[in-house]
């Protein structure tokens, strides 16, 4: 099991410090959780990982059930074992996987809308690569292309097996493209997913509600409250943020009012350096993202100044380091011109130093939020 507890609460705003104690070890919260999908952060090892200053990671159900399976994961004792990760450990459920295999990518978008967008998902309407049910959902794997159906029991069966200390609900994660219709149907279906969940787990692991609900106050509000009723050890924050990336702080403010005050809040799936802030005012504790890992494999790297393209030709004629403020072994090793050839080379390497890079910048960047809320300027 886990302990969350509260160590102080800004005068400023909802920000707050905590603890977060599990069986692998304690977290000071607010902090980023790095994506590990596949049991790995992506190009580097879970020691260089835990030199970047990462200290809880989240592995996705879903992939790691299509491979290598959740009983070759079992066999080797566990992910923590399976990954050689010390520290704590996430999975989530698969609900995120309803959204981007299908709404997601029938559509060709995110979590938050980019543009405005004249896409209507209406009550009833299918994904194209995937069904969704009163049951479950019933996935195409994209590894050998048999069926895979994962409802709530089949996904607490699948995270109990994996090892985790925290799970999450099955849920739907919805698109920003959902009438009112479609996601309060949907969020209802969530919510009776949600308690069969927590008939269906077995084991001592944590296990976290995800609230729903859409760009809509008032779902958004119902399902906070209903969620928050549930006997939970913390609570997910899911689902799209619109199309207006400046309304978030509004919608997070809509659920945590209803949300039990003593227990963690984890936002899914958000977490650009501008939206850090944000969010932590909010009061959100944990929050996972893509965007260290995602942007380092394309050649950007985050720094105090703004994000650096290694793309481009006239980074190979810059010798000095990628973040002249960065203390991490990157930036004291190498040069943006060394980098910036590994990258146009296609080298790998080139990959593994910006994902570092980033990962200790992100990780730095919260710690520095950290210390403000101590200060009192947050």
Wanted: with cysteine; glycine share 8%; net charge positive.
């Amino acid at each position: 099991m886990i302990s969350f507890h509260v160590l102080k609460k800004s005068k400023r705003s909802r920000a707050r410090l905590g603890i977060l104690k599990t069986p692998h070890g304690e977290v000071e919260t607010p902090t980023l959780v790095p994506v590990a999908t596949q049991a790995t952060i992506k190009a580097l090892t879970s020691k260089e990982a835990r030199e970047a200053k990462c200290k809880i990671l989240i592995a996705n159900t879903y992939h790691l059930h299509i491979r290598p399976g959740e009983a070759v994961v079992q066999r080797a004792g566990g992910l923590h074992t399976f990954m050689q990760w010390k520290g704590p450990l996430l999975t989530d459920s698969g609900g995120f996987q309803v959204f981007s295999l299908g709404f997601g990518k029938d559509l060709g978008m995110g979590k938050i809308l980019k543009t405005r967008s004249s896409a209507n998902i209406e009550l009833g309407q299918q994904p194209k690569l995937l069904k969704i049910t009163p049951h479950g959902v019933y996935f195409r794997s994209y590894v050998d292309g048999r069926t895979i159906f994962m409802g709530p029991k089949e996904s607490i069966r699948i995270q109990e097996a994996l090892g985790a200390d925290i799970m999450f609900t099955f849920d739907e994660c919805t698109s920003p493209a959902s009438n009112h219709e479609y996601t309060e149907k949907s969020m209802h279906v969530t919510h009776r997913w949600a308690k069969m969940c927590l008939e269906a787990k077995k084991t001592k692991q944590a296990l976290f509600g995800i609230v729903q609900g859409g760009k809509f106050r008032d779902l958004r509000k119902e399902s906070a409250r209903v969620i928050g009723g549930m006997n939970f050890d913390g609570f997910g924050i899911g689902g799209e943020f619109g199309d207006n990336k400046k309304k978030m702080a509004d919608m997070l403010e809509w659920v945590i009012e209803e949300l039990p005050e003593e227990k963690p809040r984890h936002l899914l799936g958000v977490g650009h350096p501008e939206d850090i802030p944000v969010v932590v005012k909010a009061g959100v504790d944990m929050f996972d993202c893509i965007v260290p890992t995602h942007y380092a494999r394309r050649g950007i790297a985050f720094t105090s100044s703004g994000r650096v393209d290694f793309k481009k030709p006239a980074m190979v004629k810059s010798h000095m380091r990628i973040d002249r403020n960065c203390k991490c072994m990157v930036c004291e090793t190498y040069s943006r011109s060394y980098i910036a050839h590994l990258i146009r080379a296609y080298e790998i390497t080139g990959i593994r130093l910006l994902t570092f890079h980033n990962l200790h910048y992100f990780n730095t960047l919260v710690e520095k939020v950290r210390e403000d809320i101590k200060k009192g300027t947050i």
